[in-house]
């Protein structure tokens, strides 16, 4: 158990598909989307980390549109306890829980986006759609080029991509329409947990993230085989 003061320097946040506003209480015995793990009623889950509470509001249960909000514990909060040993999650996840109600205190409306590589590039740089893909044939090039507003899932495209550089992630801004990744939509996921979407046009290089954090090398391992499973099987991304 920990007490909320201990904790008082995080930003914690809850995803959902409830339409909240600041001053909002989310209780244990009425959030829709309590997870099912704790019999729906005894507690209600939050998170420091962003990524897990994109996940959180993409999966939860309802039919509005995914929403994260900046909350604040009333009483004591405590780590999941099937998260304390777990070391390479296959996704980012809730990792606090209270009996107490969360207070809304915002929502997150103003999102990063994130593009992960091993292109070495400065700000100012455009990234192009004709590239070799990472995934799937390499004797044809990409109709688009990919981004997203987690860092986990950048992550993923710097570890992943071709190349004999080091991985990594540049904050970019898209120079025209971008639309959802259908191969990590409702095609594959409910939702869009990791925010990814695609363009036509190019990206443009604004910033660099440098102090991420790569994924286990057995996380990593078993990406690379689930994609090496996939190969075998040919089945490819969509990108027409």
Do not use: C
């Not at 600041?22 to 704790?38: K, Q, T, V, Y």
């Not at 929403?67 to 405590?78: D, H, L, N």
């Amino acid at each position: 158990m920990a007490a909320t003061d201990d904790l008082s320097s995080l930003r914690f946040y809850h995803g959902t598909r409830a339409d909240l506003k600041a001053g909002d209480l989310i209780e244990p015995g009425h959030s829709p989307d309590a997870d099912e793990r704790d019999g729906m009623t005894t507690y209600v889950h939050l998170t420091p980390n962003l990524d897990a509470a994109i996940w959180g509001a993409e999966l939860a249960v309802g039919e509005g549109p995914g929403r994260v909000y900046i909350v604040e514990p009333t009483g004591q909060i405590e780590d999941v306890p099937e998260l304390t040993d777990q070391k390479s999650p296959d996704s980012p996840t809730m990792s606090y829980r209270s009996r107490e109600p969360l207070r809304v205190t915002g929502e997150v409306t103003e999102w990063r986006l994130y593009h992960g590589t091993r292109a070495d590039l400065k700000p100012g740089d455009l990234i192009k759609p004709g590239q070799k893909p990472n995934f799937g044939k390499r004797d044809r090039t990409t109709a688009y080029v990919y981004l997203t507003r987690t860092l986990d899932a950048a992550t993923w495209g710097a570890e992943l991509a071709v190349g004999e550089g080091p991985g990594r992630i540049y904050i970019v801004e898209p120079t025209g329409t971008i639309e959802e990744d259908p191969n990590l939509t409702d095609k594959k996921f409910r939702g869009n947990p990791t925010k990814s979407y695609r363009s036509r046009e190019p990206v443009r290089v604004t910033g660099e993230v440098t102090d991420w954090q790569g994924h286990s090398p057995e996380a990593l391992k078993a990406m690379k085989d689930g994609l090496e499973r996939l190969k075998r099987l040919g089945v490819e991304p969509i990108d027409d």
